[in-house]
């Protein structure tokens, strides 16, 4: 259950089985009025976001997506393609045929391996179809490559010279359960869209995986053909079953398959001699978002072997090295970090932080034979920026976000609970507390934010625009917990809420408030709870089984866990979480379901959800709206036409976020 990029997630799944097109119709919001923002709030400049970076392979150029957010701090509906000079000697930003459109959007970066062209994506607005586009290195010579008729991801050159992708012919959608879900008519019983391994020789696309598999992420081999992590069938549904394959002519060949259910795999990188797959495996709630030990794996077939058994953390990307060294990108508690693991698994740090660094590859862009890394980098209180340079030794390449600031102090938190060490973070506003009346300690009233997932963290992300910087400017602390569940303390504390969603977790979480009024003048008597996804389904749940929190908002929660196995998209990831399915044993979903104790809440909760959201039906969220209504408990609701699994559209995201202010200062002021 992951989420949309302006606030934490549910779990995933490519075509909606649901229809709900119904509910838009009846339940379409309207804006709020714009005198519900308080004058206080003092917008900031946009912030400019970086959705992906690409580094040449002579070290001499980083190839970028980039464009200005809408004030929320969503992600950019107007996108270029900037390549900017390494020594800083210049950047230019390539003129695309499409102009300056929304969802004229380029994506997935790629160099030749001369580092002369530069290949991308580029949407055409209104479908769902790509082309292929390259530029040469200094943004002249712009040439149409190829169109296809459907989604392209992950654009690669290979050593040959050819263009290699994953492409979904016809495709009904956009690539991920986090999509808008295709409309539900016609027979759903026929196979859907399968996204396979293509390559392009110059003249035409050739597929190298079949037509029966939904290929997820791959790599190539030094000595020719693939691998890749795959499934039949639906590819937003069967993540969580897929197994690694390789593809080099003929019927695929199975290298791995997960020992359980409680086993995914993800972000297979092939050794630069061609002898070794890596990956990373462990549960993840959805594809993305990544965690897990490190194997590895012998190419020509054995067994796999986790060289890092134990870990107390999870890695989330790897990547090879230009001497063949193996590279991870690690979440430890508080702290990002980049390594270097030896045969045996033991790591050498090369970088560790309180930051989020982002790039393709171990967390950060690396393109051999240069030793110059790329990676997006910012914290809760320095925006976005791109640095360069080894890794461990980087500077800012870019300083556009110079002009941002972030009204907040960071602490990280560690606390005890049921005999683990738990990690959150408290970000207070700058401004000092106000006196209660009568004298009453000066205190902070404080939103506990449930990131995503539930197998996510909530990791150091900018805090100075949207929502978080109206809230901090309007007076209330955030808390943002890692309770049980999530990543960055090893895979044992991942699994710790397998078969006991919403009660350890939430033990963990209300220990931390406690840690976070010990550490903070806290008003207890002011406590507000959110999340979108796993976080909307705990402030459902939540409020079912403690008075403490005087407001909710609910994104794109669960009511239900028994009537949610049949209407979402992904039911494949309720397996290793409930250990079977609903139909074998209905008890233990009831156990976790807010529906099952909604009789005991009290708090107010507004809720919204987008109308195509296939990982968390917006039914779900209607049945919680009803049950309060019915029970005389304040609520509101809102439904977003159009909207997948959280909102990208800017007015929808404004508008829900106005109404999440006004929300919680009726209750909490």
Request: charged letters at 15%; aromatic letters at 8%; a negative charge.
């Amino acid at each position: 259950m992951t989420h949309a990029p302006h606030q934490p997630p549910c779990p995933r799944g490519p075509r909606a089985r649901f229809g709900v097109a119904a509910l838009a119709v009846l339940l379409t919001v309207a804006p709020l009025p714009a005198s519900a923002a308080v004058a206080a709030d003092t917008p900031a400049p946009p912030l400019h976001r970086f959705l992906a970076v690409a580094v040449a392979p002579d070290g001499t150029a980083v190839a970028s997506i980039e464009g200005d957010s809408p004030p929320s701090g969503a992600a950019p509906p107007l996108r270029d393609l900037v390549i900017r000079r390494v020594d800083g000697a210049g950047a230019v930003t390539v003129a695309l045929p499409c102009g300056r459109t929304p969802q004229c959007w380029p994506a997935s970066p790629a160099w030749s391996p001369d580092g002369a062209r530069l290949a991308f994506t580029l949407r055409r607005p209104g479908s769902h179809a790509r082309s292929v586009y390259t530029v040469a290195a200094d943004g002249g010579a712009l040439t149409k490559r190829l169109d296809f008729d459907g989604t392209i991801t992950a654009l690669r050159f290979g050593r040959d010279g050819r263009l290699t992708m994953l492409a979904t012919a016809g495709a009904l959608k956009e690539v991920g359960a986090t999509e808008a879900g295709a409309p539900v008519t016609g027979d759903l019983s026929g196979p859907p869209p399968e996204q396979r391994i293509a390559v392009w020789d110059g003249a035409a696309v050739s597929f190298a995986s079949p037509p029966d598999l939904y290929v997820y992420e791959y790599d190539a081999a030094p000595g020719g053909g693939f691998v890749g992590t795959a499934a039949p069938g639906d590819g937003d549904n069967n993540w969580w079953v897929a197994k690694l394959y390789a593809f080099a002519g003929g019927a695929p060949r199975v290298l791995y398959a997960p020992p359980d259910e409680r086993h995914q795999i993800a972000d297979p990188r092939v050794s630069p001699d061609g002898r070794t797959v890596a990956f990373i495996g462990g549960l993840m709630s959805d594809f993305g978002s990544t965690g897990g030990d490190i194997f590895t794996l012998p190419l020509a077939g054995g067994a796999a072997r986790d060289i890092t058994p134990g870990m107390s953390a999870s890695a989330t990307a790897l990547g090879w090295g230009c001497g063949g060294e193996l590279l991870a990108r690690l979440l430890a508690g508080d702290q990002t970090r980049i390594v270097r693991l030896d045969s045996a698994g033991a790591p050498t740090i090369l970088w560790s932080g309180q930051e989020t660094v982002s790039g393709e590859g171990a967390g950060v862009s690396l393109a051999c034979p240069s030793p110059v890394t790329a990676a997006v980098h910012e914290s809760f209180t320095a925006a976005p920026e791109i640095e360069v340079g080894a890794i461990g030794a980087w500077r800012d390449l870019t300083a556009v976000n110079r002009a941002l600031d972030a009204p907040v102090r960071v602490k990280s938190l560690t606390w005890t609970s049921d005999g683990h060490a738990v990690q959150g973070w408290l970000l207070t506003p700058l401004a000092p507390p106000k006196a209660g009346a009568a004298g009453a300690p000066a205190t902070w009233p404080m939103i506990t934010e449930v990131h995503g997932g539930p197998a996510a963290a909530s990791t150091p992300t900018f805090a100075g625009v949207g929502l978080n910087r109206a809230l901090l400017q309007r007076g209330y602390a955030l808390f943002r917990p890692n309770p049980r569940g999530s990543f960055g303390q090893g895979e044992a504390f991942t699994q710790g809420n397998v078969r006991d969603l919403g009660h350890g977790d939430l033990r963990d979480i209300l220990a931390g408030i406690d840690a976070a009024e010990r550490a903070a003048p806290i008003d207890e008597a002011r406590l507000g709870l959110t999340g979108g996804s796993y976080g909307g389904f705990m402030t459902m749940w939540a409020v079912t089984q403690t008075h403490r929190f005087k407001a909710g908002v609910a994104a794109a929660g669960i009511a239900d866990w028994l009537s949610y196995y049949g209407e979402n998209g992904i039911d494949q990831w309720l397996i290793p979480y409930f250990g079977t399915s609903v139909y074998d044993d209905p008890a233990v979903y009831a156990r976790s379901s807010p529906i099952t104790f909604i009789k005991a809440v009290k708090t107010p909760v507004f809720a919204y959800v987008g109308a195509d959201d296939v990982e968390c039906p917006s039914p779900q969220t209607q049945e919680f709206w009803h049950a309060l209504r019915d029970l005389g408990v304040p609520t509101e609701l809102a439904i977003y036409p159009g909207e997948g699994h959280g909102l990208r559209d800017p007015a929808h995201v404004a508008d829900s976020e106005r109404r999440t202010l006004d929300w919680f200062d009726r209750y909490l002021k």
